[in-house]
């Protein structure tokens, strides 16, 4: 550019009324453009703000004729005086909104073609292939943009916080060993060595319990995992933990650590969120299930899930009757207010429960001069149906909805019930964090369709000491040293005590089913390790891209990655996965198995 | 424990004569046990220090009985008192040297078999494939641990400057699409689609420039990239970069960033290093391999190479004389005080000249009485061979040698040789860090091989705006808007300025010989990109385990990984690559052909 060696001496986002009569030069993308009684108005934007153009036909001379060619999303540099705006046409809205720029000249850096979706607003809802596909328009976005400016800070402050506390970050391997345990392995063929492989890391959770018997004593990351799983709507094949390790810790350090950085991180970047509950509070595993049908409770709101099966059995109702005589459980939640719903509300209610596994809902309707309108008025005496009433602590214009079923069935029903209910009932302050601590899980759960053991956590969890002795007699009674992070309903994190004595580690690989040989060939290096000074360690992973969502108010992981794949994990910007040369599968010594009934699924 | 609920109260590092009477809680690593006179000394250790203990029959009771038991790496607890040692006892060279903990309960937290090697001396020699296999013993040794710090607090530091400067950290996919076009990608095979495949990056290149069409601005990464090629010293399957992208920038913008960047990294984490020149000097392509014989000069020594072929054409000298036949060079080095040298000596460089593909080296030592013992001076004049020793301003002492040869061989042959000249002059000092810019790369090199022009630096390289109708004309005569930047002789990062047209960029696909579909099907998303107003941009992306390389005084990157390969790629701790189940192939769509003549190259 003829008239200035550099592109900008300012962003569109810094100038006020300081500047005024400052010579400056912009440069940015055209946000709108309006002509108006010859002048023409240019909002010039970049990631920084946006900066009023006016060119004027006196003024501005050639820069005019240059204004009047451009269109929304060319790329333009402003050469211009800072003026203040006239009286009454500042937007207050804008950290410029006092200023314009008086432009001398003009260049158009880059033109651009009609972008396939407007830029200039949120507020238009764009199909979200065609948001991936062109992620680069996107990105100019202001959501998107700002989405991504959290995520820095988030991720920055989290790295400021470690390091100040004596915390390395060490990069951990991409390139590892596949271990079958667990989710589905990304794989990466050898070229050397034909027939093996590597695989992309679920976790880096045996190198950093190497990092601790290294003596590397305080180690975190920002480290990519990856999974080959179907996706959920919050589940991308590659995320983002912070993982994180301590030597010579008690689940007290690693808890309390996380807290309070957890608190300084809203503080510091979402300082109009406000947290809930100071200390967290902490729910056993077996009080979070009992109490909201869940290990991972939104606790922005109350609403209790109440086991009523002993009042149950009393009366002759057959739902509840089958229920509890197949070692089920009857349990309720109380709506208030919800006696006056009417019946297709109700009906919505049901048909929900009905959709996850439910076979209805059991109604009983407090109305407002006391008299209760239910079933269950039929097949129980007033006292026992006023138990109920009791128990639940039903008020005169409540409604009481009840599941009879499974205990997995009724907690699972019960659980989405009380969000949707809490929605309905509008007592969610969006700019809560509710975080607790879940605690007391249980070392495993007994696996049916595997017919095994399996660890609740992972198979490195250590356990209650005064329990060991139960790996023999009954080990699905020992206590995990395991802390899991909520937040708003969310599982955000978790983590636990470590095993670091070789045994004791051999003993859980063969509660798990795991002979020798598998023992040895998968985990062999982790045990050999302990046997040369394991310290005692511990330690927790929290997901970044769930974090960063919670924070940025957002409904989808999707909305706070730069480049996310679709839940069939493609990426439709680059387009990836995709055929590759035969003389790449002949360097791996890999041939392609085409199977002809997959060939549908692409579409 | 019993005792303490907490592991410590203050690390192996921090307790100082202040500490004196304090009842205190260490935890750590036996580094070395002394039995002196009844008393027990155990040097515990952790990664801040070393602190001395001392077990005594009468004041530590119990403690004395487990201190005996111990041996070295076992991890011990120890309750004490912070004692002031005895006069002539201090260990000066120890933060904590000063003071000792008398202690009054002990307890063995794990117990550690005899290590493979010994950890509290980095000074033996060990096998580097030993080292690896037991990774996390070599990371408790003195030399490995600082290392790990040393990049942890320069990655750090790289941080916090780029955010204080407005960047933004964004992480770009490591499952991405693969490109034939530059270095072999590690291809990952997709589940859902068979016969397709995710690449994993050899760098960000694409999605950064992508960031920058979508107005991020500023970006940057701290970014592990993949290449899967046969591995020298200091390469591994994956590596870590700086990568960063700036738009509204010229050369000029970034290069001064990336140095003001690298004097701060220096200063703060390695003040005992002094950098040679500020600012850096810069030199053109043509000069760096004119004086250097490369594009990467150590620049910590002169000892520049000198052409001579203008001198060389007199006389008869058959040498000479077919080497400029052949449209080859003769260039020299002077080698100061190396008319002294002897037979033995010179024939050591004639042999290394040799072994990197020079005929010979033609030598000419200029005795201390000045007279000249050289071949040269049978098939030239007196005047003639004075020439060529003023051309390299010969001393008496000095040692001039030549190599007559092709271009290429002249300038590998001298710049290896100028190296280990260096080293034997002892003409390099360990602190200095000698930084250089080299410039003025042309955009384009022929390659024979392919019989087609290729990218000197990468196919999205910008190039002078004088220079574009060269495009059709002369190719190889175009100046890139590129820069690489050398430390001590390694190319430690590299960039360009982009392209940011979509017919320039076409244009250069075209040039490479790709044809319009491979264009498409390659980069069809990138020149998409480019129509719809991609601004100026530019970038740059660091070698980070090169850097902390040099940082720390290693000539391995290796020794500046946690978890490095072996130059055949494996993972000798974890043992990777390996042979996966049938099953996980088969939900690959994938068949390992099995090469019989290739299954003795492990070993």
């Known amino acids: 550019m003829a008239f200035e060696v550099h592109y900008r001496t300012a962003t569109c986002g810094e100038l006020t009324v300081e500047d005024v009569d400052r010579e400056v030069v912009l440069s940015g993308w055209v946000n709108r453009r309006r002509d108006h009684g010859g002048l023409i108005f240019l909002d010039l934007r970049d990631r920084y703000g946006l900066t009023q153009v006016i060119c004027d036909p006196e003024r501005s001379g050639g820069a005019h004729k240059i204004a009047s060619d451009v269109r929304s999303e060319y790329v333009v540099q402003v050469k211009g005086v800072v003026s203040r705006r006239l009286p009454g046409t500042e937007n207050h809205q804008l950290e410029t909104g006092e200023i314009e720029i008086v432009a001398q000249e003009m260049e158009i850096l880059n033109a651009s073609r009609t972008t396939p979706f407007p830029i200039n607003s949120d507020a238009i809802q764009v199909d979200e292939s065609l948001r991936l596909k062109y992620r680069y328009l996107d990105l100019r976005r202001s959501r998107l943009r700002d989405n991504i400016v959290l995520r820095h800070r988030i991720v920055k402050a989290m790295r400021d916080y470690l390091d100040e506390r004596g915390f390395l970050e060490i990069e951990t391997p991409i390139l590892m060993k596949s ?10 063929p050898s070229r050397l060595y034909d027939g093996e492989f590597y695989a992309l890391p679920q976790s880096p959770q045996q190198l950093k319990q190497l990092l601790m018997v290294g003596g590397m004593d305080r180690y975190f990351q920002i ?22 390790e301590m030597s010579f810790v008690s689940e007290e350090d690693v808890m309390s650590l996380m807290e309070d950085m957890l608190i300084f991180l809203i503080e510091k970047t979402v300082p109009q969120k406000h947290i809930k509950a100071r200390p967290f509070p ?9 109490r909201y049908g869940t290990d991972h409770p939104d606790l922005r709101f109350d609403l209790p899930l109440i086991e009523i099966s002993d009042l149950a059995s009393a009366g002759t109702f057959g739902v509840f009757k ?31 429960a009905r959709t996850l596994g439910a076979k209805g809902l059991v109604q009983l309707a407090i109305q407002s001069d006391g008299t209760l309108k239910s079933p269950l008025t039929k097949f129980m005496t007033a ?28 907690n699972e029903v019960l659980f989405r019930l009380r969000v949707k209910l809490a929605e309905r009932l509008k007592l969610i302050d969006p700019q809560e964090m509710a975080l607790c601590w879940v605690v007391d899980f249980p070392l495993f759960h007994y696996d049916e369709d595997l017919q095994r053991y399996d660890a609740e956590h992972n198979p490195f969890s250590g356990m209650d000491e005064t329990h060991i002795e139960r790996l023999n007699s009954d080990p699905l009674n020992i206590r995990a040293k395991q802390y899991d992070i909520i937040c708003n309903g969310y599982e955000v994190g978790g983590g636990s005590v470590r095993i670091n004595v070789a045994e004791l580690q051999r003993k859980i690989f ?25 310290p005692p360690h511990g330690g927790i992973a929290l997901g970044v891209d769930r974090l960063v969502m919670l924070f940025a108010d957002e409904e989808n992981i999707r909305e706070v990655i730069a480049f996310p794949k679709t839940q069939s994990a493609q990426d439709l910007l680059m387009g990836a996965p995709s055929p590759v040369d035969e003389k790449q599968l002949t360097e791996l010594h890999l041939q392609v198995r085409r199977q002809p009934q997959n060939q549908e699924t692409r579409s």
Chains 1, 2 share one sequence.
């Open 510 to 534: 063969s509660l798990m089913k795991m002979n020798d040989e598998q023992i040895h060939e998968q985990f062999g290096h982790m045990l050999e390790a302990f046997e040369y000074g394991a």
């Open 322 to 352: 089958s229920a509890l005589a197949a070692q089920g459980m009857v349990k309720g939640i109380k709506v208030p207010g919800g006696a006056s719903y009417t019946r297709k509300e109700v009906d919505e209610l049901t048909e929900f």
């Open 282 to 290: 902490r729910l056993s595993f077996k009080e979070a299930m009992d």
């Open 383 to 410: 006292e026992e149906v006023q138990a109920i009433v009791n128990r639940l602590e039903g008020q005169p214009g409540d409604l009481l909805l009840f599941v009879a079923d499974s205990v997995k069935v009724c």
């Open 223 to 244: 480290a990519r995992c990856f999974r080959d799983e179907d996706q959920r709507a919050d589940r991308q094949p590659e995320f983002t933990q912070l993982d994180l």
């Open 179 to 188: 271990t079958p345990e667990g989710a589905r392995d990304y794989l990466v």
